[in-house]
């Protein structure tokens, strides 16, 4: 590569990181995130008003808040995660949104706080929109990973997604290993390829079967970062693993015809 060219390569990789670490959660944000708990917490309603956008008193929001204080445990939290934040900005709108998600901890209770602020050019963030999730730690075992009441499904899924991977690999094996087989790398490439995508939530059993979608090895387990989240199972149909597998039997096959001797007339 051309030195000019390797530096013009340079600079613009420093300014993608520079702009995607210009992406993070804003100190000042993420205070007052945390300032607008600590007032659901105190029950303090006349400082998240007065410091909130119109909207909230309009929409009589003291007696909400007044409802989720007596939700919440006295005691102080133990923990107050960061989980989430997302943010836009349209031509059509005069204020940038801001969403923030925070996980708070008790010893025999969790909640999970979603907050939104508004802001204007460069003036403090106001508060816009609220929501709270409250459950005790026994309620949310039932988000961990376990065994135990699950159905033929789960299992069923359990096993798609670890036989899915091994397709793939034995596809991919099958394909670098064969002697003689044209144009290999494609048919490397071909066996990560997966079709249709089904997705189940292993807590509640929820399924989800997406018909028009493609990806590259479509398989695996997640989780949110919270105790709020379920575990979820994803696995594509190893399309292009089966296809492989066919193809390189199909040409180990030729190749050992070509290889006999001709019947005697």
């Known amino acids: 590569m051309p030195r000019s060219a390797f530096g013009w390569l340079t600079a613009a990789c420093l300014l993608l990181v520079s702009a995607c670490s210009g992406l993070g959660l804003p100190p000042e944000l993420d205070q007052a995130a945390r300032t607008v708990f600590a007032r659901f917490h105190s029950g303090d309603s006349d400082a998240i008003l007065r410091d909130g956008a119109p909207l909230l008193i309009e929409n009589d929001a003291a007696s909400t808040i007044r409802q989720i204080n007596s939700l919440l445990p006295m005691e102080e939290p133990e923990e107050v995660n960061f989980v989430g934040y997302s943010w836009s900005k349209t031509a059509s709108e005069p204020a940038s949104q801001h969403r923030l998600t925070y996980e708070i901890r008790w010893a025999k209770e969790a909640a999970l706080m979603n907050v939104s602020f508004e802001q204007y050019g460069e003036t403090p963030y106001q508060l816009n929109g609220f929501t709270f999730r409250i459950a005790s730690r026994e309620e949310?075992?039932?988000?961990e990973f376990n065994l135990s009441g699950k159905t033929l499904g789960h299992y069923a899924m359990m096993a798609a997604v670890f036989v899915s991977p091994?397709?793939?690999?034995?596809a991919f094996v099958m394909?670098?290993?064969?002697?003689?087989l044209p144009r290999r790398w494609l048919w490397c490439l071909l066996?990560?390829?997966t079709l249709c995508l089904f997705r189940l939530d292993w807590a509640n059993g929820a399924f989800q079967f997406v018909l028009l979608h493609a990806g590259l090895v479509s398989f695996g387990f997640?989780?949110?970062g919270s105790l709020f989240s379920s575990w979820v199972l994803t696995a594509g149909i190893p399309v292009g693993a089966i296809y492989v597998m066919f193809r390189v039997w199909r040409h180990r096959r030729d190749e050992v015809d070509a290889g006999k001797p001709a019947d005697p007339a």
């Not at 949310?140 to 988000?143: F, K, M, P, Y």
């Not at 091994?166 to 034995?170: E, S």
């Not at 394909?175 to 003689?180: N, V």
């Open 175 to 180: 394909a670098l290993t064969t002697p003689g």
């Open 222 to 224: 997640s989780r949110g």
């Open 140 to 143: 949310l075992a039932a988000n």
């Open 191 to 193: 066996s990560v390829v």
């Open 166 to 170: 091994l397709l793939m690999i034995t």
